[in-house]
Each structure stands twice: as C-alpha cells, then as structure tokens.
C-alpha cells in the first residue's frame, strides 16, 4: 500500500520560507517521478514542481527561482522548499508519487502566506 505524508504547512509572513516534507512508503520515490501540486480555494489543483526519476526538474512558472523540490533517497522523502513567499502561494500543497499502476497523493498541507 502506498502512502505518502506531507508535513511542514504553517502560517508564514510574506517574503518567509517553508520547508515541505513528503515521507513515502509504499514506493520509492527514486524510481518514480514525483511532483507537488497546490489548489487554492476556488482554484484547480496546479502543478508546483517535479522530479522525475533521473532527477531532472520542472517548476511552474510562477515559482522558478523561489521554490527548490528535492528528495532524499535514503530516507525516501521529497521536499519542497519555498523561499520569497508570497500571499499568492496560500493553498493546500499535495506530494504526488506515481508509477504504471497508479497516480498517488498525500493528504495535503495548508500554507497561508499572510502580507
């Protein structure tokens, strides 16, 4: 069973950093692409960053130079760290894992960015 567990969420000041982390067990976050995705209230749900599994990234416009996605291999986690933070990134944040069988998601982690 595959499960993945977001942490780091919080209230922050605009201009402030946070660090996500995504713990997965289940599957193996090296041999897997893995993303994070955030949906803010009334919004779709949007790609943040991704990893695939040679580790090359992919971030959404809107966060290049200010978010850094990461994983560490022998603890299986990923992380996303979010610096320069601004109220436009307030929103639930997902940790995404998938493999041929299936797409995964964590259970989400609120970050509001007050100004």
């Known amino acids: 069973q595959v499960q993945l567990v977001e942490s780091g969420g919080g209230l922050v000041q605009a201009g402030g950093s946070l660090r996500l982390s995504c713990a997965a067990s289940?599957?193996?976050?090296?041999?897997?692409?893995m993303g994070w995705y955030r949906q803010a209230p009334g919004k779709q749900r949007e790609l943040v960053a991704s990893?695939?599994?040679?580790?090359?990234?992919n971030y959404a416009d809107s966060v290049k130079g200010r978010f850094t996605i990461s994983r560490d291999n022998a603890q299986n986690t990923g992380y996303l760290q979010m610096n320069s933070l601004k109220p436009e990134d307030t929103a639930v944040y997902y940790c995404?894992?998938?493999?041929?069988?299936?797409?995964?998601w964590g259970q989400g982690t609120q970050v509001t960015v007050s100004s």
């Open positions: 990893m695939n599994s040679g580790g090359s990234t």
């Open positions: 995404n894992a998938h493999n041929i069988f299936d797409w995964y």
């Open positions: 289940g599957i193996i976050l090296s041999r897997n692409p």
